[in-house]
């Protein structure tokens, strides 16, 4: 290894300067220049002083978190004030000229803050910093300890560059220059290069993979774009995420900070962040919304940013990244735009607490929140993964309408289609994109595109199947941006499959891929063919001794023969073939002559193998081996036989072995035959990219739809399985806009996660064209009824299929906002659990429109229950009111129900119970999981503490506080009343029933009747009379127009007070609606005090005979809006 060999002594380093570690000091700046000009760098760009500050900064705050032992013992030969981290004191270290220091750091001074690999051999080897990264995260052992350097075999380069980059970490890897042919000289100094940029944005190191026929590169689906952000007003970012090896850059204009956050993680996200410097010198603003859980500054707070001056951001962006990962300025890139609204009504991406909530988590791996993943249930078990990460980023993104109709056409279609789906490999674009680009696309690459194009090819043969998946094509287009017709897709496959075919033998194929697959381990293979031969002379065969070397020469240099049609290397192959048959006569005539000439001797020759003809992989020649023992013994055989001893390739004499003048000229013609065929078959290949390349865009756009017509066929067979439907979908193009006319239908609705045929899975139906407050009990079923409208009002807007009836109906949504009860506090952000809350209710006010999908789960359970109420019920008037959207508010704080807000724009909703089997008593109701009209106020929560296993003892005491906890507020409102009335309050002592006496008493109707008019007269001050009305009665006229507190009675012996100002109207529709069960029903009417006085006793009566233990059910029509707590 020539990097480090001579010595240079130089001065101390510089002082410590604080941080943990030695930052530059002017001393070690001025080092830097130093060493920089002394070893007469051949850099073009020197760093200028804040930016070699900055990047030993970065340096010094990764080797300050190194954790694994034997990396940490390699810190204190670091320089931590040099760029590269190697200390040029050290014994062993050159910084002359052409040593492979200076060439290391001239990389790093265009490179400042990426490891750099360099290639030395049969190894990529790091120095400094990069050594200590690659010890620590590689899980690679230091390279000796004299100085810090570590390396990782020539084979393991993916995996080491796959372990760095998993951590954030961006790689240059360097080559040596390839060799002008030559064998038999010592090699000469090497010339490097950067052949390659490898961050996590582009993981995947492609060079020279042209010649590696047999490594079919691995590319991850989802390598994180690159971002860049700008902020061009307080709220109003540009972020723009290139996709480095598609060559796409895609640009969202002016989204409020929760959409950018979501924008820059939902992808992965991976640094730097490139940021332009109207964000970077903008200071970030206090207490925005949590609503997504994040927020751009906290998402990239800890992450290295690069600035990006100028305008237009998005150009200056792709400048700087391209200069950034060496792509060289001939890489052009598409832009487009992409943004919430606009001319496409393309709705705005998914917050990530909404995608959350639905079970979309980001990773496949399932969601983080506990809610079943979503996607895994649209695809069979088993589906591709590349399938699923289709679905959660279409999902995460809904298309405009009209790609929504596009799909469910298609997917109307499939589901009529009497044939199978072709074979359609999946080859992931970015692989098709960067290996044509790179020219470096080999033959694996080359056979899977031509499969993945055929594949394609013959949906468009069969009329069917082409009916039925070219809708699909305008999601392939809003993927890539483009958009083809039927005749340009033929057109394309058909052309590129020309191209392929011209040029790669395919007809072998798998016999070659076996061939190449069992060569793999090279070298590996000389003392096993040693002892084929062995095994064949022991057996008498009449294999000859020279065939087992000769085959092993011929696979290891004639790979690449078959790899490329034989017109294509005409030439080359007949120079090959010349030249090798020189090489077998000369094995067969001379070597094989004089192996025959030793004869062995009876008794062997002791602790020898025999004399035999091998191959000798590490010099790629054929020669005796094993004879020296023979040769004395039979003297002159080497003369006799014109035997030389060969010299290896470099330039050394081999005493061990023998073969003849023409051999070794042979071979050498051999060998060089084979160099160029191997550089013909890499220049057919590489020429056949180039041809390829004008084609990228259509190939790229070809291999989004095999993506998806797979999936969405896939999906097809899924939701039949499943019993899901296509529900109707208005794209509201009709001029239908904002919440006159649009209403929600969605008929037989189940949770996605269950099982339609499961007894256990209770199905739903509702009709909402304002937005609905919804209230039910504990375990009711109001989160799930969320998440289920959500999920499926969603799927239906993207086209597909979803767990609903097909009569359904869902109108366009601009957006789908889900604030989930799960909000917890965000210490890292320094909000509170309730500051999360009011940021995320700010956040839903802002960004709701007429057009959106709210769903609010128990907003303000985090403060004290009244003032939540009232933040609660003004978001909840704001949102129904001014926003007008349609969606659900879920809330257990009932007081939201007492509060006058506006409702014309709320409907009422609530979870029903029914009466449980138990044994009756005060807990005696379940839930049903049923959503009807109306509101309900049981809480069933010494119910479910009950089932959860919280101890008798306590549930008991806790029901008995609770009794207690209602007679006091009982009294207080009595207070209360007595306030309203002039009377003096607080002075009259309210008789309430001990305990026992409750029990004994007989809770009759008439009991009933006479607790509501005994309140009715305490609030008034005077006698009230209670009025029964029997059924099909009609109140007297005297009556109406006042507002009045009733009590009725239903069959199953439980109770209902409310309180009206129409109570004909009302005894009308509870006779209609109760039907049969409506067995008594009195009223009291309150001429003084109107509906307050009316809202206090209902209350008042609600307690009272909730704590005498009538059976009360808190539940009331549509037009009913007053209640009170069981
Ligand atoms: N449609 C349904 N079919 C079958 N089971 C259901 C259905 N809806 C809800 N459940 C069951 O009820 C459980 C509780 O539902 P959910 O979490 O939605 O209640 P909730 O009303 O939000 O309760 P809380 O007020 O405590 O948050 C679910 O986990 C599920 O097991
Ligand atoms: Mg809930």
Redesign the pocket.
């Known amino acids: 290894m020539g990097l480090l060999h001579r010595r240079r002594r130089r001065g101390s380093a510089g002082p410590l300067l604080g941080l943990g570690y030695r930052a530059p000091s002017a001393r070690g700046y001025a080092r830097y220049f130093n060493d920089a000009a002394a070893a007469g760098s051949s850099s073009q760009q020197v760093l200028d002083y804040d930016q070699a500050v900055e990047s030993l900064r970065y340096w010094n705050d990764l080797i300050n978190k190194i954790d694994r032992p034997t990396a940490r013992m390699m810190l204190s030969k670091i320089d931590r004030e040099n760029l590269t981290g190697v200390d040029t004191k050290l014994k062993g270290v050159s910084t002359s000229k052409n040593s492979l220091y200076q060439f290391l750091f001239d990389v790093k001074v265009n490179h400042p803050t990426k490891v750099v690999l360099v290639r030395v051999g049969e190894f990529y080897e790091t120095w400094g910093f990069d050594a200590v990264l690659l010890v620590e995260h590689c899980g690679l052992n230091p390279m000796g300890y004299r100085l810090p350097r570590a390396g990782c075999p020539r084979v393991n380069i993916q995996r080491t560059l796959d372990d760095l980059t998993a951590k954030g970490l961006r790689c240059v890897v360097c080559e040596e220059a390839p060799m002008p042919y030559s064998y038999g000289a010592r090699s000469k100094r090497k010339t490097r290069f950067v052949a390659q940029v490898v961050t996590p944005h582009s993981p995947v190191y492609v060079y020279n993979l042209s010649g590696n026929h047999a490594l079919s590169p691995d590319f991850n689906f989802q390598a994180p774009p690159v971002v860049g952000i700008e902020q061009r007003k307080p709220d109003a970012f540009t972020v723009s995420l290139m996709d480095v090896d598609l060559r796409q850059v895609t640009t969202y204009y002016d989204v409020n900070e929760e959409i950018a956050a979501h924008i820059v993680s939902n992808q992965g996200f991976s640094p730097p962040v490139y940021c332009h410097e109207s964000y970077l010198d903008r200071a970030g603003p206090n207490g925005s919304s949590g609503l997504q859980g994040q927020r751009v500054r906290s998402i990239i707070q800890d992450s290295q940013k690069v600035r990006v001056k100028g305008s237009p951001f998005s150009e200056k962006f792709v400048e700087i990244v391209r200069k950034d990962l060496d792509l060289g300025p001939d890489a052009s890139f598409t832009q487009s735009s992409a943004g919430g609204g606009g001319e496409s009504r393309r709705p705005l991406p998914l917050y990530s607490m909404t995608a959350r909530s639905i079970g979309l988590a980001d990773r496949a791996s399932g969601s983080p929140s506990g809610t079943p993943s979503l996607v895994a249930s649209l695809l069979p078990k088993g589906a591709p993964a590349p399938c699923k990460h289709f679905f959660t980023r279409y999902l995460m993104h809904p298309p405009p309408p009209g790609v929504a109709g596009s799909v469910q056409r298609s997917l109307r279609r499939i589901a009529g289609v009497s044939e199978p789906l072709p074979l359609l490999p999946l080859l992931p674009a970015h692989k098709i994109a960067k290996m044509i680009h790179s020219r470096e696309a080999n033959h694996s690459v080359y056979v899977d595109l031509l499969a993945m194009l055929r594949g394609v090819r013959s949906i468009f043969e069969s009329k069917a199947l082409e009916e039925a998946l070219y809708p699909l094509t305008a999601v392939a287009a809003l993927s890539t941006g483009r958009r083809f017709k039927t005749s340009e897709i033929r057109d394309a496959c058909d052309d590129v499959i020309a191209e392929i075919e011209g040029v790669v033998n395919t007809a072998e194929y798998e016999e070659l891929m076996g061939a190449l697959a069992e060569d793999e381990g090279e070298g590996a293979g000389e003392e096993a063919d040693d002892d084929a031969i062995a095994v064949a002379a022991a057996a008498g065969s009449r294999a000859r001794p020279g065939d087992q070397a000769l085959e092993s020469l011929l696979r290891s240099n004639e790979k690449s023969a078959r790899v490329v049609l034989g017109s294509c290397i005409a030439g080359e192959l007949e120079m090959l073939d010349a030249a090798r048959a020189r090489v077998m006569a000369a094995v067969r005539d001379q070597l094989e002559l004089a192996l025959k000439a030793l004869s062995c001797p009876e008794e062997g020759w002791p602790g020898r193998s025999a004399p035999r003809i091998s191959y000798d992989a590490v010099n790629n020649s054929v020669s005796v081996r094993g004879a020296q023992g023979a040769a004395k013994s039979r003297k002159g055989w080497a003369d006799d036989f014109g035997l030389i001893n060969p010299r290896d390739r470099n330039g050394s004499k081999l005493a061990d072995r023998f073969s003849t003048e023409e051999l070794e000229d042979a071979l050498n013609d051999y060998r060089l035959r084979c160099h160029e065929l191997d550089l013909a078959v890499k220049g057919a290949l590489k020429a056949l990219a180039s041809r390829i390349q004008p084609f990228v865009t259509q190939v790229v756009y070809l291999s989004h739809l095999a993506l998806v017509s797979k999936t969405f066929w896939l999906h097809a067979t899924e939701a039949g399985r499943r019993g899901w439907s296509l529900p109707e979908i208005d794209s509201g193009e009709g001029g239908e806009k904002g919440q006159e006319g649009r209403t929600l239908v969605l008929d037989s609705f189940?949770?996605f996660w269950?099982d339609k045929s499961s007894p256990?899975?209770?199905e739903?139906s509702l009709s909402m064209s304002k937005l609905v407050l919804l209230t039910?009990p504990?375990?009711?079923?109001?989160?799930?009824v969320i998440r289920s409208v959500c999920s499926a009002s969603l799927l239906a807007n993207c086209g597909l299929h979803a767990p609903c009836a097909p009569t359904s109906r869902v109108p366009y949504f601009d957006a789908y906002i889900l604030r989930s009860?799960e909000s917890a506090d965000n210490p890292a952000d320094g909000l509170s659990t309730f500051a999360v809350e009011m940021s995320d209710a700010r956040a839903i006010v802002r960004d709701a429109s007429a057009d959106s999908l709210v769903f609010v789960d128990e907003l303000c359970k985090g403060t004290e229950a009244k003032a939540g109420a009232c933040i609660a019920a003004a978001t909840l008037e704001r949102l129904a009111s001014h926003n007008g959207c349609l969606g659900l508010f879920a809330t257990?704080l009932h007081d939201i129900l007492e509060l006058p807000i506006e409702r014309s724009a709320l409907e009422l909703m609530r979870?029903e119970t029914e009466p449980g089997d138990g044994e009756g008593g005060k807990w005696r109701r379940r839930a049903t999981?049923k959503i009807g009209h109306g509101v309900c106020t049981e809480s069933l929560a010494f119910q479910v503490a009950e089932k959860y296993g919280v101890p008798d003892e306590i549930v008991q005491r806790a029901y008995a506080l609770s009794l207690g906890l209602e007679q006091a507020n009982a009294r207080s409102t009595e207070v209360e009343a007595a306030k309203i009335n002039g009377t003096a309050g607080g002075q009259e002592e309210v008789v309430e029933p001990s305990e026992e006496e409750e029990q004994e008493e007989v809770l009759s109707f008439d009991r009933g009747v006479q607790v509501l008019a005994g309140l009715a007269s305490e609030a008034l001050g005077e006698d009230a009379e209670a009025i029964r009305l029997q059924r099909g009665a009609h109140p007297p006229p005297s009556a109406i127009g006042y507002s009045c507190v009733y009590v009725y009675r239903l069959s199953d012996d439980t109770y209902y007070v409310g309180e009206t100002d129409n109570i004909a109207q009302r005894f009308s529709a509870h006779q209609s609606t109760r039907k049969s069960g409506l067995t008594d029903f009195a009223f009291v009417k309150l001429p003084k005090g109107g509906k307050s006085v009316g809202r206090l006793v209902e209350t008042q009566a609600i307690r009272r005979m909730a704590g005498m233990g009538f059976d009360l059910i808190s539940e009331a029509d549509g037009m009913h809006s007053n209640f009170g707590v069981r």
């Open positions: 189940w949770p269950m256990d899975t209770v739903n039910g504990n375990m009711a079923g109001k989160s799930t009860a257990h979870m999981w």
